[in-house]
Each structure stands twice: as structure tokens, then as C-alpha cells.
């Protein structure tokens, strides 16, 4: 009976104290520009940052203009000094809607993705 109750607790303990980061999923948790923003010039670099760490082989972000053609510069990065940050350079550009299109892998494995878009004026 003992055995039974050990076994009972430490598998509350376990449940109660394993890193939630384990089954966690990589989600946005800021943007510049945000979601909805409307921004007085491009900004040289669109950056989100995650609420995990990223796989960079496997993570991408991507501007398109109104008519659906690719501005920013290569598939993004994630930052060698923090890998909860996506980036991509952007160059100038006219005024007008720009949508934002990310893919994350996390450290578990779990892919996610999302897009938004702002407005240069």
C-alpha cells in the first residue's frame, strides 16, 4: 500500500512540476509594428517576439505588399543573441498595407503560424 501512495504522489509531482515549456506551443507575444498598427515609415526590421524558443532552421517571416508580392529580404531569422525573436529586414517602401506571414518550430518540435497586417502611411 505504501509503494501505491509513493507512486501516486510522485506522479503529482511530476505532472505538478515537469516545465510546461515541454508541451508548449511558440506563440507571439509582441510585434513591431503590431497587428493593426499604422506605422509612419517601414520600419528596417519586423520583429516578433515569442513566448518560446525557436528552431531557426525551421522558422520564417515573410512582408508582402497589397498585391501580394514578397518586400522583405530573405525567409527571416532568429536572432543569434535571443532565440525568442523573429526578424526580417525590410527595405523602404511606399505607403499602403503590408501583411505579415510567420512559421515557428519551437524546442519541442510543435509548429505554429500566423499572419497580421499594418499600414505604412
Do not use: C
Request: charged share 15%; no cysteine; glycine share 8%.
Amino acid at each position: 500500500m505504501r509503494i501505491v501512495i509513493a507512486q501516486v504522489i510522485l506522479a503529482f509531482v511530476v505532472l505538478g512540476v515537469w516545465p510546461s515549456a515541454i508541451w508548449a506551443h511558440a506563440f507571439p507575444v509582441d510585434a513591431e509594428p503590431g497587428a493593426g498598427a499604422t506605422v509612419e515609415k517601414m520600419p528596417l526590421d519586423i520583429r516578433i517576439r515569442f513566448n518560446a524558443e525557436l528552431e531557426p532552421i525551421f522558422s520564417k517571416l515573410r512582408v508582402d505588399n497589397g498585391h501580394g508580392h514578397t518586400v522583405s529580404e530573405g525567409e527571416g531569422h532568429v536572432d543569434p543573441s535571443d532565440s525568442t525573436l523573429l526578424l526580417t529586414h525590410v527595405p523602404a517602401v511606399p505607403p499602403g498595407t503590408y501583411h505579415v506571414y510567420w512559421q515557428v518550430f519551437s524546442h519541442d518540435g510543435h509548429r505554429t503560424q500566423g499572419d497580421y497586417t499594418f499600414d505604412v502611411q
